[in-house]
């Protein structure tokens, strides 16, 4: 895994004319989510996708982690078509879904026992891993004695031990408020320049997209035809500040201009 | 500590109870139909021998034998509809509908099967048990995460795993729940076991003291059954708390 630099034009993950429709058992009839569509997402890039709720980001997370297979189309993880693509990329739910009865270093080793790492050599892995996700001496510790912004750290620690180079996180931070949510976005950030991933983030909040993405993906009508697309006209390293220059501004007005004209009421 | 402080009350309505049948007893003089408390304990000291040496450990073999066969066939009938649907419908309705049949007017025919020995008393017992378990570790394994299964998916984890990491602990709770339901059935499962035809127990021992009109040796053995039950559902408490930890602390 030793990579020299961001090499931007590997692609780690492409869809190919990708179409999706769910069954809806209760019309008894199939609603198209995604027609057609085309991504392409490069090494270590970081990506944000918004939209309103009910516009199939969801969907495109199902289908790239392999819960979901694409009626038509193809779907590469690092250039390949993957027969079965469950294990194949990280992924992180809106909730933080620890379980219960597992402390946080045992949560977080989940990744790890299943891809058959010996417990203690998965516990030894962690440790030192604990300092940097800010979770030193909470080893022991049970999920419902965390804080919510603890909690969603040990699912990130845990996404990032599928040892997989792309990680998808579903709103990480909805849940979280707002000082909080804002710490941990800097956090990420961190975190995502020091990891070799790639990370695609779903999000509604559009300053959320905007700090964090090198590009946004908006997801508008239902179903979605085509992707637009939006590079984020900031350099790295950003700092929170970054965020009010005009340009990002005017850009912020425009996004959410866009996406509440199409909310589905 | 909770539970300690909230035991004190209890603790006074009982000694209050026994007080007052005490009193009413030596009132009504009658000691054969209705013994006073402390007529039962002297009986239970002078019937030691045959109630601690004999009759007990009798009871006790039939309670055990028949929680273990409980615990393992119901946790089993119970993993096996989890896994496989059509094992679910076909026997989920056909155990509810088993405890329509009222065991106790069917236990006879235990006997008749069985005859005298431990077997016809071990039915009864596993009848009246298996129920609780099965049908709560079935909830208990129905009732993990759907998300969480996914997530365990998404990482690559097979069937196999996903039973063992994930329905397995979420059905532990649950599990506990009907074990201690269990326990206390399991003791009115040997006795009545025993009413009907046995050579020793309490039950039954308890049913041929009512013969020779002896309230309180009808009692004695009566106190060791209920006896037992509190110990059973306290080994079982201690067990469940030592195995969720993560709940107790909450």
């Known amino acids: 895994m030793s990579k020299c630099g961001r090499e931007r034009n590997k692609k780690v993950l492409q869809f190919e004319n990708v179409a999706f429709s769910y069954h809806d058992k209760k019309q008894g009839r199939s609603v198209p989510v995604l027609q057609n569509i085309n991504i392409d997402m490069y090494d270590r890039e ?56 597992r402390t946080v270093i045992e949560n977080a080793a989940l990744p790890l026992e299943l891809k058959g790492v010996r417990k203690e050599e998965a516990h030894k892995q962690i440790l030192p891993l604990l300092e940097e996700f800010g979770l030193r001496g909470m080893e022991h510790r049970f999920p419902h004695e965390l ?35 804002l710490s941990m976005q800097e956090w ?69 201009e866009q996406l509440r004209g199409k909310v589905i009421t | 500590m909770k539970k300690t402080e909230g035991l004190g009350p209890a603790v006074l309505l009982v000694f209050l109870f026994f007080l007052i049948w005490e009193m009413a007893a030596r009132a009504v003089n009658m000691v054969f139909i209705l ?71 069917l236990a006879p025919i235990f006997v008749l099967w069985f005859g005298y020995s431990i077997w016809s008393k071990v039915v009864v017992t596993v009848l009246i048990t298996f129920f609780p378990i099965t049908v709560n570790t079935y909830d208990g394994l129905q009732s993990a995460s759907k998300d969480l299964r996914e997530l365990m998916m998404t990482m690559g984890a097979g069937k196999k795993e996903i039973f063992f990491k994930l329905l397995l602990p979420a059905a532990l709770p649950h599990f506990y729940s009907g074990l201690k339901v269990a326990v206390t059935l399991s003791v009115i499962g040997a006795a009545i076991g025993e009413w009907l035809g046995a050579q020793a127990g309490l039950g039954y021992f308890s049913r041929r003291m009512m013969t020779q009109f002896d309230g309180a040796a009808v009692f ?26 993560w709940r107790k602390t909450s």
């Open chain 1, 46 to 101: 970081f990506i944000a996708i918004i939209g309103p709720s009910g516009s199939g980001k969801s969907t495109l997370f199902r289908l790239i982690s392999g819960l979901e297979n694409p009626d038509e189309g193809r779907i590469f993880i690092n250039g390949e078509v993957q027969k079965c693509r469950l294990g194949k990329v990280g992924y992180m739910p809106q909730q933080d879904l620890l379980m219960p009865w």
């Open chain 1, 147 to 181: 804080s919510g912004g603890m909690k969603q750290r040990v699912s990130f620690l845990r996404t990032s031990l599928s040892g997989s180079n792309v990680l998808l996180l579903d709103e990480p931070f909805s849940a979280l408020d707002a000082i909080t949510r």
């Open chain 1, 188 to 256: 990420l950030m961190n975190q995502w320049e020091k990891r070799k991933a790639t990370i695609v983030l779903v999000t509604h909040d559009v300053s959320e997209a905007l700090f964090l993405a090198d590009r946004i993906f908006i997801f508008t009508e239902r179903p979605v035809r085509s992707l637009q697309e939006v590079n984020v006209p900031l350099g790295r390293p950003r700092r929170l500040n970054d965020l009010n220059e005009p340009a990002i501004i005017s850009l912020k007005n425009d996004l959410i």
């Open chain 2, 35 to 105: 013994p006073p408390p402390t007529g039962i304990l002297s009986k239970l000291w002078e019937l030691r021998e045959p109630l601690f040496a004999e009759h007990l450990p009798s009871t006790l073999a039939v309670i055990m034998i028949g929680l273990a066969i409980s615990v393992v066939v119901g946790a089993g009938i119970a993993v096996w509809m989890s896994i496989s649907s059509a094992a679910e419908k076909a026997l989920y309705p056909l155990i509810i509908s088993s405890q329509m049949i009222p065991i106790i007017a």
């Open chain 2, 220 to 245: 004695a053995p009566i106190i060791l059954l209920a006896a037992i039950g509190i110990v059973l559902f306290i080994l079982v408490k201690l067990m469940e708390n030592k195995s969720l930890k």
